[in-house]
């Protein structure tokens, strides 16, 4: 078995964000407010931002935070895996889709309500080219997201791995949870 060690955590949910156990940030303000927040202190002038859907932008915002110290630039981009759990997959871009039909389907928006889009943003803003792997699950299982961590360490050439959990239901109901492992 290969030995992995958690080098960042990040943890966002109902307006905080927290770091490493640390909280680094708290808002009363629903998610489009707290997203905004959060761009111009991490992610500006990055204007793609503004295209994506909720899960996306929760996902690219965890992302930054998570990678905010460590060194992007200097690592082999293929050894970069990511695996991601999630239990609603893209249902609020899915209800959001669906209210276009009705006059006009926004391809815009279509292509946001497939899960794995979201692991395609982080992997297009880092240029990672590694694995990666989406799975659909009932219940957040930490027990189970380390297994499969140690798995994919274990059977693949990946030697940094963005592990987590990522749900979006509405603005005042999302949880992202982010680690950054190495081999």
Same mark, same amino acid.
């Given at each position: 078995?290969?030995?992995? %060690? ?12 927290? $770091?490493?156990?640390?909280?680094l #940030?708290?808002? @009363?303000?629903?998610? &489009?407010? /707290? ?17 994506? +859907? ?7 915002? *965890?992302?930054? /935070?998570l990678?905010? !110290? ?17 239990? %609603? ?7 959001? #889709?669906?209210?276009?039909?009705? +006059?006009? &389907?926004?391809?815009? /928006?279509? $292509?946001?309500?497939? &899960? ?6 982080? *992997?297009?803003? #880092? ?7 989406? #799975?659909?699950? @009932? ?7 380390? @297994? %499969? ?22 603005? !005042? +109901? ?5 680690y950054? $492992?190495?081999?």
């Open positions: 078995m290969t030995d992995i %060690n958690i080098i960042n955590t990040v943890e966002i949910k109902n307006g905080k964000v927290i $770091v490493n156990e640390k909280t #940030y708290q808002s @009363e303000s629903d998610f &489009p407010v /707290i997203s905004k927040e959060l761009y111009k202190e991490y992610l500006a002038p990055y204007i793609k931002f503004f295209k994506m +859907d909720d899960l996306s932008k929760l996902g690219v915002i *965890c992302a930054e /935070i990678l905010k !110290d460590f060194d992007v630039e200097n690592i082999n981009k293929n050894e970069v895996a990511l695996l991601m759990g999630n239990s %609603n997959s893209t249902i609020a871009t899915d209800l959001k #889709y669906q209210e276009t039909i009705k +006059d006009q &389907p926004s391809p815009a /928006i279509f $292509v946001y309500t497939l &899960p794995n889009i979201l692991m395609g943003e982080i *992997c297009i803003k #880092y240029g990672f080219k590694g694995q990666n792997i989406l #799975y659909v699950s @009932e219940n957040y299982s930490q027990k189970e997201l380390f @297994e %499969n961590t140690q798995l994919l360490l274990n059977n693949s050439s990946a030697k940094f791995l963005i592990s987590g959990w990522i749900n979006f239901l509405n603005k !005042d +109901d999302y949880h992202a949870m982010f950054l $492992v190495k081999k």
